[in-house]
């Protein structure tokens, strides 16, 4: 608060804080959005510079679009670990560190055996993050605000929660205190299925992370006082089972070392809390009577999908055969019998419910077990249109359209985004803390 003079008369008015935002791996802003949505008259979000680079293609659809919805100023379209070693300068300085770092190899469509974790391509992209945080030095941002999947915690296949143990101790030698939490969205009204990791972290010296180093119990923080738990209430934990993990030795030992006496275990439950490389973590349950979204609710009307985006009928019996159960022989390259199965899909998709999670292969005519299907009032069949797949992100309407951006763009785009009403919570929730 402060005093000021409103003709003679003098009267307290709040302080607006402004929050300098740095957004990495931005994709087409989902963070910018939410946190955008977050913002009042005491704390505002101000993305001052965003990072978005994709190496696998040579036209860069998202940053494209991010520049056509927030504009160019500040946005880089480079390698972000080219900017850190050559441009280092051209980072501003700021308060919040924000991104949904590329998980691709933690990524559910791949199995655990083959998912490389911190060795690979892009997971190990988290170093660009620890690289600007050190290089900082005593201007890295006071909060961090990560996102990923919920593999993470149970990355790689034979150390169960090792890549998860060296970004805590990563991070915690740089100063941070981090809580986690995984969220699946629609628990909380929102109308996707889709689980992901949120990591906050705490600069030494905020507010929060004193109050995280005067804690007794860390059952406080995880049910009650945390930004997480503020933003997504839980049940009653009180009774909360905590596993206490210590985080010893460098990183190259953790690497080596981590989990050897129970590789097929993570020691990493939904919720946890991380201060001077002390791991509380525990199983948390979500606590939540509002408002439900449902796929129904996105839905377009069928007099405003094109054509292109109905099932021929001729068509609907591959459709059928992918998304059924089955139980086949199938053959190797080298003649070897074996029986290949899998169970059923809901099909069409259940309207009533939150949708599953977008993937980002939703795009294309193609029959495909995984893409959605919905059965429209007279009885045809037809997959997700760009805007219900935005709108299932909770982006606006129309938010991935560009010229030259083809549906199936689009729809890979929606696929690798965020639900954006999950971040506005976050965001709330993290303006109080500060």
Known sequence: MR????????TMVPI????RVLELFAGVGGFRLGLDAASDDKVVYDTIWASQWEPATKKQDAAEIYAAKFGPHGLSVENIESVIENDFASIPNHDLLVGGFPCQDYSVASTLKRSKGLMGKKGVLFWSIYSIIRNKGDDAPNYLFLENVDRLLKSPARQRGRDFA?????LSDLGYAIEWRVINAADYGFPQRRRRIFIIGYKKGTKAYEGISKLKDARDW??????LADAFPVEDGEDLPINEVLLEGPPEKITEEFSEHMP???PFHNSGLMISRKVYTGRLWPKYDGHITTLGDVLQKDKDVPEDFYIPDVELSKWKYLKGAKREERFTTTGHAYYYSEGSMTFPDDTTRPSRTVITGEGGRGASRFKHVVKTNDGRYRRLTPIELERLDMFPDNHTLLEG?????RAFICGN?????????VGEALSRKM
């Open 417 to 425: 985004a965020l639900v954006v009403g999950a971040i506005t919570k």
């Open 222 to 227: 995880l049910i009650r006082d945390g930004t």
């Open 166 to 170: 060296v970004m805590l101790a990563a």
């Open 16 to 19: 607006m804080k402004k929050v």
């Open 264 to 266: 097929k275990l993570s």
């Open 405 to 409: 951006v083809s549906d199936m763009r």
């Open 3 to 10: 005093l000021i003079d409103l003709g003679g008369a003098a």
